[in-house]
């Protein structure tokens, strides 16, 4: 019992990493700007994503692994789509 809810509590928890990323992105393409977007955080993040997922890697985790990819995609889409719409608008 103590197993599943801790399996429930990072299941939450990379649920919750994977989805917060997705209003974001959407409100940006739905408007297609992205200036309120910090870009030094977004840098920190994917970073800190691809950390993550090196740990999870390195530890044989592959629910550590899927959802810290899924969150590093997420978070670089963002990035990505701060820096292009940066260089279109210049």
Known sequence: MRALLINAIGAGAAICSMASFVPQLAKIIRERDASAISAPMYVVTVAG??????YGVALKSWPLVASNL????????VLGLKLFYS????
Do not use: I, K, P, Y
């Open 87 to 90: 260089r279109r608008g210049a």
């Open 70 to 77: 899924v969150s590093l995609g997420l978070s670089a889409m």
């Open 49 to 54: 994503f691809a950390l993550w997922t090196s």
